[in-house]
């Protein structure tokens, strides 16, 4: 019989409890005891659980699971307490590290000292998660699935690459598939919410959700709302329900904005290219980066152009193009009447110009001295446009406009920050 005496006393935090344990044995343990413990323990509470598992080793000293959980609760205890040491350690150490550069001094020996306990962090997180492993592998064996599954989902959600826990994740799907097919024992709800963790574990995110969906159904038709919750977390999937959620909406999003694109390839290929521009600006004010969007916005804003010519006549296009140059020109110079009135021109030659337009209604506002958020957001959906087309500088000059006529547009800031710097970077390029 494997002695409790070794399990414990490689953490200082529980030496305490062997004086307790050798106080006496109460009568056997029973299962209620024995699952309160593991209740505990998976709460994380694991000082309370250490008691409650010492509890049921007074009344059963070979008990094998009880002398499992203590093992883990000790490595786990003792991964924290050296988690905390290497923390005030690191801060100690960057302290130094400032201090002595601040002081001129050669800070190159702590600095050493700070990247071997980075490297040592490094260590203790693959420590701390073979530790999960551990219990998970625990958990399985003894048929807990869900809380098994609950365990490596959260290590491959801190570290998708982690081997062992691909592995064991690979060995938790054989088993749910197998006690899916053959177990008798599960309750329904149980049931739906294993088929749920099966599906999910093959990226089938849709089946997953189904599954969950009906576990949270029958449990809402079978117990009191406070009752319900609790039985919802004790199946383990609520985290992973919010994930799957996601996924299935990206795909959705995913699936509209191909057909939204092909759509547009469509008009394009019929030479049908104002509606096809549409449609493609459209694309680019959801995902500006869409693979290939760029070449075919600026291709089939050149054909567009050139219908325009062919229907207003080259020396009528020409005298468009020039108007809402100057229009331009005098909005960055802050000249909002001239600018008003080069747009009029514009429009006056060509009604359905496509930005002439919204700069008219920056112009007028701006000399109204108002903020305008409509505007601004129209005018952050064109910067969208040029920047998905590669002109940096037309996207520039519209996200400032749009920050200027709304200064709480955060994306538009943001996108405006960023382009800003790639197109510092470019003309940094040779």
């Known amino acids: 019989m494997r002695t409790l005496k070794r399990s414990i006393l490689n953490s200082a935090a529980i030496v305490p409890v062997c004086a307790a344990l050798a106080l006496g ?4 343990a029973t299962s209620t005891q024995l699952e309160a413990a593991v209740q505990l323990f998976d709460e994380h509470r694991l000082d309370d659980s250490m008691n409650a598992f010492l509890q049921v080793l007074r009344g059963d000293p070979n008990n094998e699971r009880a002398h499992a959980y203590v093992d883990l609760i000790t490595k786990e205890l003792s991964i924290q307490r050296r988690a905390l040491i290497r923390e005030k ?28 306990m980075t490297h040592a962090e490094d260590r203790a997180r693959q420590e701390r998660w073979h530790g999960l492993c551990e219990q998970a592998r625990i958990q399985m064996q003894m048929g807990h699935l869900l809380q098994s599954n609950d365990l490596t989902l959260k290590i491959l959600g801190e570290n998708p690459s982690f081997a ?32 749920g963790f099966y599906a999910y574990g093959q990226a089938d995110y849709a089946n997953a959700l189904a599954g969950w969906e009906k576990a949270r159904a029958l449990i809402a038709q079978s117990y009191t ?39 547009g390839v469509a008009l394009d290929q019929k030479a049908r290219y104002l509606e096809a521009l549409d449609v493609f600006r459209r694309v ?7 693979p290939q969007l760029g070449r075919y916005l600026v291709q089939t804003e050149a054909d567009a152009e050139q219908e325009r010519a062919r229907r207003l006549g080259e020396r009528k296009r020409q005298q468009v193009a020039q108007a809402v140059q100057d229009g331009l020109s005098e909005l960055e110079s802050e000249h909002y009447q001239k600018a008003a009135e080069n747009f009029e021109t514009a429009l006056k030659l060509d009604p359905s ?17 108002r903020h305008d958020p409509k505007a601004a957001q129209m005018h952050y959906e064109t910067g969208l446009v040029a920047y998905a087309s590669g002109k940096l ?32 970077l470019d003309r940094e390029a040779p």
Request: hydrophobic content about 35%; cysteine-free.
């Open 25 to 28: 044995a109460a009568p056997n």
């Open 284 to 290: 680019a004010i959801q995902e500006p980066d869409y």
């Open 393 to 424: 500088e037309d996207a520039i000059r519209e996200w400032k406009i749009a920050v200027r006529m709304d200064p709480q547009h955060v994306k538009a800031k943001n996108a405006l920050v960023k382009a800003q710097k790639e197109l510092a």
């Open 353 to 369: 110009h496509p930005q002439a337009r919204s700069y008219l209604l920056m112009a007028r506002a701006e000399m109204e001295r």
């Open 164 to 195: 062992e826990a691909q592995r064991l994740l690979s060995d938790l799907q054989s088993r749910i598939r197998q006690t899916l097919d053959h177990s008798t024992d599960l309750s329904i709800q149980e049931r739906y919410a294993l088929q």
């Open 89 to 116: 350690q690191l801060e100690m150490l960057s302290d130094t590290s400032n201090r002595l550069d601040n002081n001129r001094r050669d800070p190159s020996t702590v600095q050493q000292a700070i990247e071997d």
């Open 225 to 263: 709302p406070a009752d319900a919750s609790r039985r919802i977390d004790a199946l383990r999937f609520e985290p992973y329900e919010r994930i799957a959620q996601a996924e299935v909406d990206q795909a959705k999003h995913r699936a509209e904005l191909d057909a939204l694109f092909n759509n």
